[in-house]
């Protein structure tokens, strides 16, 4: 029996304890609003509001990104300026975020201080004002500066590009953040909030708080809601495509992996609805790698040793994963020269592991799996309300670790290999995004 194995027990026993003493979600319904809580005992709490606004539901380009920076202002209980002096003497953080499919906003406190601050939560998704002049001078300045920075970053630029290259700028393939080329007006904002804003498109997730007190809370501070949303989102549709982007690093960054050439390959992927095929990607994003687990080690996995082959590059998985689809793939980075060079490593990496792997390679990225789920659910409050804000707008309720542990421990070699075909085999529409200088860098078919 290997080391890897006969470890793999009491690592499981663990992460299943761990999971039922500090993070076991129990759900409840505030009137027709979902509701999790995971109370944990800890002297903070948080709560989070996740509504299905993201820019998959937009109904004019960027409009989602521009609501995101627009809420907590002024409301019909207080001014701006009251909020964040009244936030800041309870010590209380308030923070909102986008992604895909969700618009989510959070407020962090100390224990205790929960009626207050679920308040003000209600109040922004009921009650805000939308003032003109907050919006001209306060939010479009942000939105343009955020636009600016992702623009900056090949990384974000290049999976942003590769989701829209995939889905053809529609649904999915909605860009993250609003551009200058399509302006946003305040009109369009406000009907967007107003038509998203409503109690069977919201959840309320809170750790740090008992279930009971969560669900009176929110029965008393998001009675105002309307009852039904009227935004929507088509099922989602994979294209496949090829995208080519002239980057040149910003000044300042000159000397960082910025100034170098990208190369992202995407392939169709999975949706949260298909459980065992989001274990399998999970396994497989695990098994190829590209980090390394140890400070100053490049690590062993598949992708992270292409730095060792090709002078300069990086090289690492990625599995984006959202209700009904999702891309999987890899974002290499190296010497525009070298690029091609790493980048056929990289697609050598998907067709080895079709050739099968070692058990003890699987065991390790089974566990390393294992770890990312439980992690997700440990580490970071808010990555973990972010994770159950999909299953409990989706399905209504939240599934358990052990459920996720059980799925990833069902992953064999010969499901991995046949994951992998399916991903890179003759059938498949790969996406690819090249950014950096594009009259060096390879086009798709040089590489795949």
């Known amino acids: 029996m290997s080391f890897a194995r006969s470890a793999a027990a009491p690592v499981r026993s663990a992460v299943r304890s761990a999971a039922v003493q500090q993070r076991s979600f129990s759900t409840a319904k505030a009137g027709s609003i979902n509701v999790a809580a995971a109370d944990d005992g800890a002297l903070t709490s948080a709560v989070t509001v996740a509504i299905k606004a993201g820019s998959r539901y937009e109904s004019v380009p960027g409009v989602a990104h521009v609501l995101k920076n627009y809420l907590f202002k002024s409301n019909d209980k207080r001014s701006a300026l009251r909020l964040v002096r009244e936030a800041e003497f309870y010590g209380g953080v308030l923070s909102t975020a986008l992604t895909k499919e969700h618009l989510i906003l959070t407020a962090e406190f100390l224990r205790g201080d929960e009626d207050f601050f679920v308040e003000i939560l209600g109040d922004a998704v009921s ?265 409990l707008l989706e399905g209504g309720k939240v599934a358990s670790l052990d459920d996720k542990v059980a799925q990833l421990e069902a992953v064999s070699k010969d499901s991995l290999a046949k994951v992998v075909e399916k991903l890179v085999g003759k059938s498949a529409k790969p996406t690819t995004v090249a950014i950096g200088n594009v009259h060096v860098l390879p086009y798709a078919d040089e590489v795949l």
């Open 127 to 391: 009650k805000s004002k939308f003032a003109p002049h907050e919006f001209y001078e306060e939010v479009m300045p942000q939105v343009v500066a955020e636009h600016l920075q992702a623009s900056a970053s090949p990384e974000v630029l290049g999976l942003d590009a590769l989701l829209q290259t995939a889905y053809r700028q529609r649904g999915l393939g909605a860009s993250l953040f609003a551009s200058p080329a399509t302006p946003v007006s305040h009109k369009d904002t406000v009907a967007f909030a107003k038509g998203a804003f409503a109690k069977n498109n919201i959840a309320v997730l809170g750790s740090g708080i008992e279930s009971g007190k969560l669900s009176s809370l929110v029965s008393k501070h998001f009675g105002g809601l309307a009852e039904s949303a009227s935004v929507s989102a088509a099922p989602a549709k994979y294209f496949g495509g090829e995208q080519r982007i002239a980057f040149v690093a910003p000044h300042g960054a000159e000397e960082t992996r910025a100034s170098l050439g990208h190369f992202v390959i995407g392939f169709e992927g999975a949706g949260h609805q298909d459980a065992s095929a989001s274990a399998e990607l999970a396994v497989l994003r695990s098994l190829l790698g590209g980090e390394s687990s140890i400070k100053w080690s490049r690590g062993t996995s598949p992708l992270s040793q292409i730095a060792d082959k090709v002078a300069g590059a990086e090289a690492r998985s990625f599995n984006l994963t959202f209700s009904d689809s999702g891309v999987f793939g890899v974002h290499v980075s190296a010497p525009h020269a070298r690029v091609l060079e790493a980048t056929k490593a990289a697609t050598n990496a998907f067709k080895e592991v079709a050739g099968g792997v070692s058990s003890d390679d699987l065991t390790k990225a089974i566990a390393k799996a294992k770890y990312e789920q439980a992690a997700a659910l440990e580490s970071s409050r808010l990555a973990s309300h972010e994770a159950v804000a999909g299953q």
